[in-house]
Nanobody, 124 residues
Framework: QVQLVESGGGLVQAGGSLRLSCAAS????????MGWFRQAPGKEREFVAG????????RTADSVKGRFTVSRDNAKNTNYLQMNSLKPEDTAVYYC?????????????????WGQGTQVTVSS
C-alpha cells in the first residue's frame, strides 16, 4: 500500500512559479515510476510529467515542455513538480500518482495509487 499526499498548490499570476511536492508513505515508492497528471473542469485527466524509479529518466507533455521539471528524492520518499512560466491554461487540479511499473508511462490505468490532488490556479 502506498499513500500519496500532494502539497504546494495555490493561486499565482501568469508567469509565476510553483513547486508541487508529493510525499509517499508505504512500501515500493523507490521502485515505482511516478507521474503527475492534471484535470481541468470539464476535461479529461491528462499526463503532465513522469520520472522513472531511479530518477534518471523523465518525460514531460508537450504542453509544459521547457516550463515544468519533475524530480524525485528517494531518500525522502518525495517527488516534485517545478512549474515555471505558468499560464492560465495550466489551471487544474494536479495529481501525483505511483506507477505499477518502474518505467515512465502516460497511461492513467498503469498507476495504482493516487494522491488527493492539489489545486493550481493561474490568473491572467
Amino acid at each position: 500500500q502506498v499513500q500519496l499526499v500532494e502539497s504546494g498548490g495555490g493561486l499565482v499570476q501568469a508567469g509565476g512559479s510553483l513547486r508541487l511536492s508529493c510525499a509517499a508513505s508505504g512500501r515500493a515508492f523507490s521502485t515505482s515510476a511516478m507521474g503527475w497528471f492534471r484535470q481541468a473542469p470539464g476535461k479529461e485527466r491528462e499526463f503532465v510529467a513522469g520520472i522513472n524509479w531511479t530518477g534518471g529518466s523523465t518525460r514531460t507533455a508537450d504542453s509544459v515542455k521547457g516550463r515544468f521539471t519533475v524530480s524525485r528524492d528517494n531518500a525522502k520518499n518525495t517527488n516534485y513538480l517545478q512549474m515555471n512560466s505558468l499560464k492560465p491554461e495550466d489551471t487544474a487540479v494536479y495529481y501525483c500518482a505511483a506507477s505499477k511499473i518502474m518505467v515512465i508511462t502516460t497511461t492513467p490505468s498503469m498507476y495504482g495509487y493516487w494522491g488527493q490532488g492539489t489545486q493550481v490556479t493561474v490568473s491572467s
